[in-house]
């Protein structure tokens, strides 16, 4: 049984995201063995499917939903063992300890979004959903009082995401946008002030789909 938060690790078929991967968007990965000392994980891959190439002995981290929130493991990286399913065997460096990294692990979810800057609340759907954030897409913007749409870094709106009937509320504020030539306005935002209960709703949805990816053989 295990002492602390420390000696946890994640268990076999636990979906995690790998961090410290040079990659600019999430690694994810599916845990094979799980030891104190030893683990492998299914080599990691973007969203796009594209498999995440690493060099022996890259220190990466990986990070799974614990009993109390996320958990972050560091790890080194062993070995590349190719194959139809190539994995990664990692070495365990130190003890599991709580991460604050709340957007590590997302998933490219589609849940209807609403939104709203101060002036006329807009729908939209998500590409991009984490318990820390998320990527949406709308036909027309959110407007501030002025009718500005948001474009500044830190302008704030309230956001709701509808997670299969359960509405998920709260603060939230503009990090950037992304272009688009369709005339849609596509941003991603960061949540400011999310209640603890609402974080565990995005947690387990996102994991839940992380889990139907890789059941599908996508992740």
């Known amino acids: 049984m295990a002492d602390g938060p420390g000696d946890l690790r994640p268990g076999a078929r636990e979906v995690v995201d790998v961090l410290g991967a040079d ?3 999430p690694v ?3 845990v094979h063995e799980s030891g104190a000392e030893h683990l492998v994980v299914s080599a990691g891959r973007l969203r796009s499917g594209a498999r995440v190439r690493l060099d022996v002995g890259a220190a990466l981290q990986l990070v799974w939903p614990g009993p109390a929130g996320l ?3 560091p790890v080194e990286l062993r070995a590349v063992r190719p194959g139809d399913e190539p994995t990664w065997a990692l070495q365990v460096t130190g003890p599991a300890v709580p991460t604050q990294r709340r ?3 997302r998933s490219s979810l589609r ?3 609403r939104a709203v800057a101060g002036g006329q609340e807009q729908t939209g759907w998500a590409v991009d959903l984490s318990e820390g954030g998320l990527r949406a897409v709308f036909r027309t913007p959110p407007t501030d009082a002025r009718g500005l749409r948001p474009r500044d870094a830190g302008s704030p709106m309230q956001v709701s995401v509808d997670v299969a009937g359960t509405v998920v509320a709260g603060r939230a504020e503009l990090v950037r946008t992304h272009p688009r030539t369709d005339g849609a306005w596509e941003a991603s935002v960061r949540f400011t002030d999310l209640a603890q209960k609402d974080q565990d709703v995005l947690r387990a949805r996102v994991f839940a789909h992380l889990r139907e990816l890789r059941a599908q053989g996508h992740v």
């Open 23 to 25: 990659a600019a968007e």
């Open 28 to 30: 994810t990965g599916v």
């Open 71 to 73: 958990l972050g493991l």
């Open 103 to 105: 957007d590590a692990v």
């Open 111 to 113: 849940l209807p979004v």
